[in-house]
């Protein structure tokens, strides 16, 4: 009888099935329409921070031809052409020897990256900082070797009051607190950054499009990229908007772009160049390390830039670069080298325009009296040198925990670029997954030289 006391009481306590019912249907659709709600507001915040961000763009473009247009009135007689028609050695020259001025050249190579992204989407944002760096090394007795030159950085190489963004939302409105060492280092060698220049969502991609600021042309061509991440600096420079740039590379990112737009370019060795400062959307992969280079129209220009560098700013500011400056005895030595190629991987075979570029090379090496010989690569599938089949293949950590993060760093708060949901569709596939496709692929991977040498 007691139990049945409680149970009433308990009866009387709880609601009617109807009501039960009702309050759970009302709880179900307010759930809904606060999810709905929330995720609109999200929507909204990061709409308003792109907008604020291509906002803030517009503003710099306009103060810089604002800038530009006071220098012409000032200084109607430049020579625009025969200026950006010199190589970066002659102009360095004429820099140090005051035959022509930095604010001349500053201004004429403004002008014409203002038209040169007009037509290409390439500069990401103008940095209003460099009429103060033109002032700094005009009061300097010392000049150092990129004295006067203007020089562009690829977007996510740290400037201070300027944004590194990867092309990603979540990291507007974090201006860098102060400068990257690299830049440092060119401030210190009398360069002045006056560009940051566009590149594809996330660094992970071979075309140069973002949510943010959009898709960059290639100039030679319009219709065909201008290839990435560093796709920006390879148009602005093919474009005639800039005579140095800055950009980086882990699978491509330099050497692309300057194939692409017709451009030199140099990937060093990993370290040889800082990155303190240098943000990125994925940390601590080992295996794969980035390496930032230069990229221009000519070698010696690369050289010059890796001379003006590897200095004691740069060793100092930063102790995990290895202490080695630039060997010039070495560059400029006219001894034979020992020099091996391969036209082919095993795994992709090469189109026939990549095999002339190579047998081209070639000859001109053996025209040179230097050795030439062929190499085989690697032929274990771990040489395999695709990021997608990395993916699926390689069971190093590094690369297994590269998917994930990537993927968390696109779903903070971005909306996924259309030349990148293709390569987001494979990292969302589960880890088991993966692992079944790998065991499946593994075999006919390995046969791919075999076939490949049958068909050669």
């Known amino acids: 009888r007691g139990w049945e006391r409680v149970w009433q009481q308990l009866r009387q306590l709880l609601p009617e099935p109807e009501v039960a019912s009702s309050a759970a249907l009302s709880l179900l659709c307010g759930s809904a329409v606060a999810v709905v709600v929330w995720k609109w507001l999200g929507e909204r915040q990061i709409q308003q921070k792109m907008e604020e961000a291509q906002r803030t763009r517009e503003e710099g473009v306009k103060k810089m031809a604002k800038a530009v247009r006071q220098f012409r009135e000032q200084v109607p007689s430049v020579q625009t052409d025969a200026i950006l028609s010199l190589p970066l050695l002659e102009l360095a020259g004429r820099l140090q020897e005051g035959s022509l001025s930095p604010r001349t050249v500053l201004y004429t190579y403004i002008e014409k990256a203002l038209e040169v992204t007009q037509q290409t989407n390439c500069v990401r944002h103008f940095i209003p900082e460099c009429e103060e760096q033109l002032q700094e090394i005009q009061g300097q007795k010392e000049k150092g070797l990129l004295y006067g030159i203007p020089v562009s950085i690829k977007d996510h190489i740290g400037h201070e009051g300027q944004l590194s963004t990867c092309g990603l939302v979540q990291y507007l409105g974090t201006p860098e607190q102060e400068d990257s060492v690299l830049v440092k280092v060119l401030k210190r060698q009398g360069a002045i950054p006056f560009a940051k220049t566009n590149v594809p969502q996330s660094l992970f991609n071979y075309d140069c499009s973002n949510t943010i600021f959009g898709q960059t042309l290639n100039p030679l061509n319009h219709q065909k990229t201008p290839g990435g991440s560093s796709g920006g600096e390879g148009a602005l420079i093919a474009g005639g908007g800039s005579i140095l740039g800055i950009g980086s590379d882990v699978g491509g990112s330099i050497r692309l772009p300057s194939s692409f737009c017709g451009l030199c370019g140099l990937k060093p060795t990993a370290k040889r160049l800082s990155l303190s400062g240098v943000n990125g959307p994925v940390n601590g992969i080992l295996s794969v390390p980035s390496a930032l280079g ?163």
Not at 294 to 301: E, F, I, L, N
Not at 381 to 393: A, D, H, Q
């Open 294 to 456: 230069p990229m221009a129209r000519d070698v010696d220009s690369l050289a010059l830039c890796m001379k003006a560098l590897l200095c004691e700013e740069m060793f100092r500011l930063d102790p995990t670069v290895p202490p080695i400056p630039f060997n010039e005895e070495v560059y400029s030595s006219s001894a034979p080298l020992r020099v091996g190629y391969y036209d082919t991987d095993g795994y992709f075979p090469l189109p026939p325009c990549m095999r002339r570029a190579v047998r081209e090379t070639r000859e001109a090496l053996q025209a040179a009296g230097h050795k030439v010989s062929t190499t085989t690569p690697h032929s274990s599938p771990r040489g395999v040198p695709s990021f997608e089949i990395l993916g699926f293949l390689r069971k190093g950590k590094q690369l297994l925990w590269h998917d994930p993060l990537l993927l968390s760093s696109l779903s903070t708060g971005n909306i996924v670029d259309p030349s990148l949901k293709p390569q987001v569709t494979c990292y969302k596939i589960p880890r088991l997954a993966k692992k079944l496709l790998a065991l499946i692929l593994k075999p006919l991977v390995s046969s791919w030289p075999q076939a490949q040498s049958r068909v050669v």
